[in-house]
């Protein structure tokens, strides 16, 4: 059974809705995004009064997150810490079986700092390569994050690259470490 265009057009509008709001640093869009007991229609007080077994996320060199409460202050770290960001998102997959969904993409981040001192402009502006998964999973009110896992892509060392390129000093040993 494959899933039907309208399922992958609420997948691709959620995941779009939850890079437009890390993009804008709106906090209240980006929690409502996220899977809550409500949600899976589970007695708070019963199920997992902690929420640790709701959510669960993996920024980039971090340890994984995990419950509702834990997952949301660390993009509150984020937004407060991040004046400027943006996501250009190529290799978008989007993958859906009953109530879930799975998106995979490269997230190709552009992202600025606090201005210098004296400064009323960002700091110096940092690209980075992310891929991601997303995985959302169908509410009564539309399809909610359930999970995420970002880790950074490791760029080529342009010295080994120029070399290989060139076809000089391009050997390598078992016990070359450079990356």
């Not at 209240?28 to 199920?47: F, K, M, Q, T, Y």
Request: aromatic share 6%; proline share 6%.
């Amino acid at each position: 059974m494959s899933a039907s265009p309208t399922d992958i057009e609420e997948v691709e509008a959620a995941n779009t809705a939850f890079y437009e709001a890390l993009e804008r640093g709106d906090f209240d869009e980006l929690s409502a995004l996220w899977l809550s007991p409500d949600d899976l229609g589970v007695d708070d007080g019963h199920h997992d009064p902690a929420g640790t077994g709701v959510v669960s996320c993996v920024h980039p060199g971090w340890p994984v997150l995990t419950g509702r409460g834990e997952v949301l202050r660390s993009f509150a770290l984020i937004l407060a810490n991040t004046d400027y960001i943006q996501f250009f998102l190529t290799d978008v997959r989007i993958s859906v079986a009953g109530d879930t969904a799975l998106v995979t993409c490269t997230e190709n981040i552009l992202s600025g700092g606090p201005a210098p001192a004296g400064g009323g402009e960002l700091g110096p502006l940092v690209g980075q390569i992310v891929v991601a998964t997303n995985v959302f999973r169908r509410t009564p009110v539309g399809w909610r994050l359930w999970s995420r896992h970002a880790s950074p892509v490791l760029a080529e060392n342009a010295e080994n690259t120029e070399n290989t390129e060139s076809g000089g000093g391009g050997e390598s040993t078992d016990d070359d470490t450079s990356v």
